[in-house]
């Protein structure tokens, strides 16, 4: 697989998309200005290929002045490029990434963090297994690192997931997730012009459509 950059237009949609899924899973982290984890984000990502071959990487970089998408390019994955133009925001990113994938389910990640490959392969297990799920995610650490990127502060669990349960309802999830991709054409997928909560509001989107929302038991990764 060799890397690929773009630069995306809003109206400029993959043959793929239009095509239908044509793999398994497909990963889209997001960021601005991420240069300092950026790299370890796509490495996490890269190494679910291990158990799901067929697995996509992509990333959305919100015109970053840094060296996010140089870092970003050092790796066999689809890289994708807001305008600086544009109103930026969390939610265009995962747009764009959206009509861009090829997968059957779809993950999403925050250019700050990094997922445990295992739980990648245990979600679309779990998705597969249980359609009424339209939306999961598992247990997520944060670290609060200084400018420097030192003095790390664990917070376990933000989420405050119930571990002794195999599967945490919810009504929202936080950005971190993985959709089955059904769904997100159902319900029209992320709103670009949105600033903020746009995962809460994705999520009572697809409440409303009929499935269940859940936190499932295992570690998935962290957020720094």
Partial sequence: MTTSTFT?????????????????????VIGRNEEKVIGKAIQSLIAVREYLPDTEVIFVDSASPDRSVEIACQYPIRVL???PEWQLSASAGRYIGFLWAKGEYIFFLDGDAVVDPTWLVKGVEFMKAHSEYGSVAGVLDEIY????????????NVFQQD??????HRK????????????????????????????????LRVRLGGWKVARIKGYMGVKY
Wanted: proline share 5%; aromatic share 4%.
């Fill in 8 to 28: 995306a237009d809003a109206a400029q949609v993959s043959p793929q998309s239009v095509a239908g899924p044509s793999c398994t899973l497909s990963c889209i």
């Fill in 81 to 83: 490029q807001l305008r």
């Fill in 145 to 156: 690192v200084d400018e420097e990127g030192g003095g790390e502060t664990l917070a376990p």
């Fill in 163 to 168: 571990r002794s349960k195999d599967i945490d």
């Fill in 172 to 203: 929202a999830l936080g950005g971190t997730a993985m959709y089955r991709r059904e769904v997100l054409e159902k319900v029209g997928g992320f709103q670009p012009w949105l600033r903020a909560a746009e995962d809460d509001e994705m999520h």
